[in-house]
């Protein structure tokens, strides 16, 4: 059974840093593409980043351009997403998400590609 766990959300101040860790179980993570969503409080789930197994490539919202890195290590199973420069609009429930559909990281991203959601963690950036 396919599953993520999302961990290293915390509370941060405006320009601060953290890294999200995403760990993989279940599937093969060299043929998936691996998408982080983020949900805040009363608004639309969003895709910020999301790294490709079609093309390698990593692609990001217009507005965390810039700021986030994704990357992933296929051998130990696992994706991190390195935020920087945090801003208060940045706070957020983060979700790690895979996806086997062919270019399914083309912004924007299409919630149904993606699968196996789990409990997400909780990025606070505030003073």
């Known amino acids: 059974q396919a599953q993520l766990v999302e961990s290293g959300g915390d509370l941060v101040q405006p320009e601060g840093s953290l890294r999200l860790s995403c760990a993989v179980s279940?599937?093969?993570?060299?043929?998936?593409?691996i998408a982080w969503f983020r949900q805040a409080i009363g608004k639309e789930r969003e895709g910020v980043s999301c790294i490709s197994s079609s093309d390698g490539n990593a692609y990001y919202a217009d507005s965390v351009k810039g700021r986030f890195t994704v990357s992933r290590d296929n051998p130990k199973r696992m994706v991190y997403l390195q935020m920087n420069n945090l801003k208060p609009e940045d706070t957020a429930v983060y979700y790690c998400?895979?996806?086997?559909?062919?270019?399914?990281?083309?912004?924007?991203?299409?919630?149904?590609?993606?699968?196996?959601w789990g409990q997400g963690t909780q990025v606070t950036v505030s003073s």
């Open positions: 279940g599937f093969n993570l060299e043929y998936y593409s």
């Open positions: 998400v895979a996806s086997g559909v062919w270019d399914s990281c083309k912004f924007p991203l299409i919630r149904d590609f993606f699968t196996s």
